[in-house]
């Protein structure tokens, strides 16, 4: 049984906003508890459908990672009173993606096939095949669009703007480059590799904070590690943990997200698929099988309001 949307009434001052794939709660201006539903969006449109347990996979893997990849880098995650629910506190987003990339593929490899060479002011080498590692990560923001399609932006433009301070935006750089070799570092530890990842920051007390979701398949891509190499030799194509395998679909469907173009249902064959892909991915990285909870509202409801309440008492 999947959830494609919650409806709870807190008994705290509560604001509800519902996003592509989460519906989050802003608690008396002070907490966000981030609901993760099993809605499904590729190309920044909401799809028709919804993958079983997805929310349940992304939220606790989300949440194992920062556990074990973020010494010394803050992040917004408090509490997770539920498989499928994170507390966080809340941050004021920065209005951009940090974008790094370690392999050419997705986005950047469809670019690259088109015959640009530079990529968010980022000038790419010639003679690279689809997935190739590149020479080093690099970093290709995008702005972070709540409507519409988001855009790639260089970091010249960001700071040139006055989008976000430079100052700041180093800051930024250096953590998104940081998570992103830490997870490199644990994804090839379990026999996967890290391609590309998107972060999410946001600011509090004067300080930078990771929000969002990190090194989840919504947020990164992940390749097969064990014969890799051997495959780009041979221009075999490389199985993809990622949304790329959806957007790849839709792609076959001829539908990138077009404005004037409802999204088309997907088979029950692409649905099971990445949802066996979400959970590969899980539990190679945390090395733990996946169980899936019961999402009985009432009881999550009870757990979150408890926790909720424990919060607000501590914050000062």
Same mark, same amino acid.
């Given at each position: 049984?999947s959830?494609l949307?919650?409806?709870?009434?807190?008994?705290?001052?509560?604001?509800?906003?519902?996003?592509?794939?989460r519906d989050?709660?802003?608690?008396?201006?002070q907490?966000?508890v981030?609901?993760?539903t099993?809605?499904v969006?590729?190309?920044?449109?909401?799809?028709?459908?919804?993958?079983?347990a997805k929310g349940?996979?992304?939220?606790l =893997?989300?949440?194992?990672l920062?556990? *074990?990849q973020? #010494?010394?880098?803050?992040?917004? +995650? %408090? &509490?997770?009173p539920?498989?499928?629910?994170?507390?966080?506190?809340?941050?004021?987003p920065?209005?951009?993606?940090?974008?790094v990339?370690?392999?050419?593929?997705?986005?950047?490899?469809?670019?690259?096939?088109?015959g640009e060479?530079?990529?968010?002011?980022?000038?790419?080498?010639?003679g690279l095949?689809?997935?190739?590692?590149?020479?080093?990560p690099?970093?290709?923001?995008?702005?972070?669009?709540?409507?519409?399609?988001?855009?790639?932006?260089s970091?010249?433009?960001?700071?040139r703007?006055?989008?976000?301070?430079?100052?700041?935006?180093?800051?930024?750089?250096?953590?998104? =480059?940081e998570?992103?070799r830490?997870? *490199?570092?644990? #994804?090839?530890?379990?026999?996967? +590799? %890290? &391609?590309?990842?998107?972060?999410?920051?946001?600011?509090?007390?004067?300080?930078?904070?990771?929000?969002?979701?990190l090194h989840t398949p919504?947020?990164?891509?992940?390749?097969?590690a064990?014969g890799?190499t051997?495959?780009?030799?041979?221009?075999?194509?490389?199985?993809?943990y990622?949304?790329?395998?959806?957007?790849?679909?839709?792609?076959?469907?001829?539908?990138?997200g077009?404005?004037d173009?409802?999204p088309?249902?997907?088979?029950?064959?692409?649905?099971?698929?990445?949802a066996?892909?979400?959970?590969?991915v899980?539990?190679?990285?945390?090395?733990?099988?996946?169980?899936?909870?019961d999402?009985?509202?009432?009881?999550?409801?009870?757990?979150?309001?408890?926790?909720?309440?424990?919060?607000?008492?501590?914050?000062?």
């Amino acid at each position: 049984m999947s959830l494609l949307h919650s409806d709870f009434q807190f008994r705290f001052d509560t604001r509800r906003h519902a996003g592509k794939v989460r519906d989050l709660y802003d608690i008396e201006g002070q907490l966000l508890v981030l609901v993760a539903t099993d809605r499904v969006s590729a190309f920044d449109v909401i799809l028709p459908a919804a993958v079983p347990a997805k929310g349940q996979l992304l939220n606790l =893997l989300s949440a194992y990672l920062m556990q *074990q990849q973020t #010494a010394g880098i803050p992040h917004h +995650l %408090l &509490a997770v009173p539920h498989p499928r629910v994170s507390i966080v506190r809340r941050c004021d987003p920065y209005p951009v993606e940090v974008v790094v990339r370690g392999h050419l593929c997705g986005h950047a490899w469809r670019i690259y096939r088109s015959g640009e060479r530079s990529l968010c002011g980022v000038e790419l080498p010639e003679g690279l095949r689809e997935n190739d590692p590149l020479p080093e990560p690099i970093i290709t923001p995008t702005t972070k669009s709540r409507i519409g399609h988001d855009t790639d932006l260089s970091e010249s433009e960001i700071t040139r703007s006055g989008l976000i301070p430079a100052d700041e935006w180093m800051q930024m750089r250096s953590m998104a =480059l940081e998570l992103f070799r830490r997870g *490199q570092a644990w #994804a090839v530890e379990r026999g996967l +590799l %890290l &391609a590309d990842a998107k972060y999410e920051f946001g600011y509090v007390d004067f300080q930078i904070w990771l929000i969002d979701e990190l090194h989840t398949p919504d947020a990164a891509r992940y390749f097969w590690a064990e014969g890799f190499t051997e495959r780009q030799e041979r221009g075999e194509i490389q199985v993809q943990y990622s949304k790329e395998y959806l957007r790849q679909q839709l792609l076959a469907l001829n539908y990138s997200g077009q404005d004037d173009m409802p999204p088309p249902a997907l088979p029950e064959t692409v649905i099971d698929e990445l949802a066996q892909r979400y959970r590969l991915v899980f539990e190679k990285l945390t090395g733990q099988a996946f169980v899936e909870a019961d999402d009985d509202p009432l009881a999550m409801q009870v757990s979150i309001e408890a926790e909720l309440g424990r919060l607000l008492q501590s914050l000062p």
